[in-house]
């Protein structure tokens, strides 16, 4: 039986929403949602997929949401725009401008691979509002920087209060040593936003999936020298005149489960052809 979980924790000030469809009675394949202000003015960074969007609704039933920011627009982190929208009156939804086209015509701008409509789901069209880099979003008690942060997305940003050295991170921060990527994600562009927001002196990391890590520097500096020492020996090995399948199956192991489950979409090939600056299109 196929349903959608929530999980929901608090963080001080702040309540972490997690979300996912359960397959074959586990929640896969996690996606989170955060709240601030949730007694008055209440912001909401995410919203989860579509399937997700009534228990999320459920959720916030009593929150004067006022505005919505999105980290991106992959269907996993705007699917309640929509239906949120239409609950709030006069709501905000807040997202860099490249995402705007995107949120007004998801269907027609993103196309979802079938395990993307499966896990996820379509997003119903919602307006937004333009954020600038380094613009500060004012709420009652916070103040939160918008840092514009690409490579897993050319619409990605992520945002830092810096009285409470919060720092949300969207998709740009996966913990682990990655062996795989999507196609239309460039990793070194996911190296020098890694960098830009590890000069931050964050004392918390809010990722938008896995855990909450206190005092993030030491893992944003792991993820950026795994990271950066993959891609010189994808170089190294591309200067000795090595083919991609072979470096490959030189440096990234054996075939992964999710190469199957996303046909592809996802995979070992992917992340070495965008270290050798040759991205294939979604």
Request: charged share 25%; aromatic share 8%.
């Amino acid at each position: 039986m196929v349903r959608t979980v929530l999980k929901s924790h608090s963080y001080g000030e702040i309540t972490r929403l997690d979300l996912a469809r359960t397959l074959w009675g586990r929640g896969r394949y996690w996606t989170t949602a955060y709240l601030l202000n949730g007694d008055q003015d209440g912001l909401l960074i995410d919203t989860g997929c579509a399937h997700s969007a009534p228990e999320l609704l459920s959720a916030l039933a009593d929150v004067p949401l006022t505005r919505v920011v999105n980290t991106h627009t992959h269907e996993d982190h705007i699917g309640a725009n929509g239906p949120l929208q239409r609950r709030h009156a006069g709501l905000e939804i807040l997202a860099h401008p490249l995402a705007l086209p995107v949120l007004t015509d998801p269907r027609g701008r993103q196309p979802l691979h079938p395990y993307r409509r499966v896990m996820w789901g379509w997003p119903e069209p919602s307006q937004g509002r333009p954020l600038t880099d380094g613009e500060m979003i004012e709420t009652a008690r916070y103040r939160l920087q918008v840092i514009y942060t690409p490579g897993h997305s050319p619409d990605h940003l992520c945002l830092y209060e810096p009285e409470q050295g919060w720092l949300f991170t969207g998709d740009l921060f996966v913990g682990g040593q990655d062996r795989a990527l999507r196609a239309g994600y460039d990793i070194w562009e996911i190296i020098a936003s890694l960098k830009r927001i590890a000069a931050l002196p964050a004392t918390t990391l809010f990722p938008g999936s896995a855990r909450v890590r206190d005092h993030p520097a030491e893992a944003l500096r792991e993820k950026i020298a795994y990271l950066e020492g993959l891609g010189e020996r994808v170089l190294a090995l591309h200067r000795e005149g090595r083919r991609v399948g072979e470096i490959v199956r030189a440096l990234m192991g054996g075939p992964m489960l999710i190469e199957a489950v996303t046909l592809g979409h996802f995979s070992r090939r992917r992340l070495v052809l965008s270290y050798l600056g040759m991205n294939a299109e979604e």
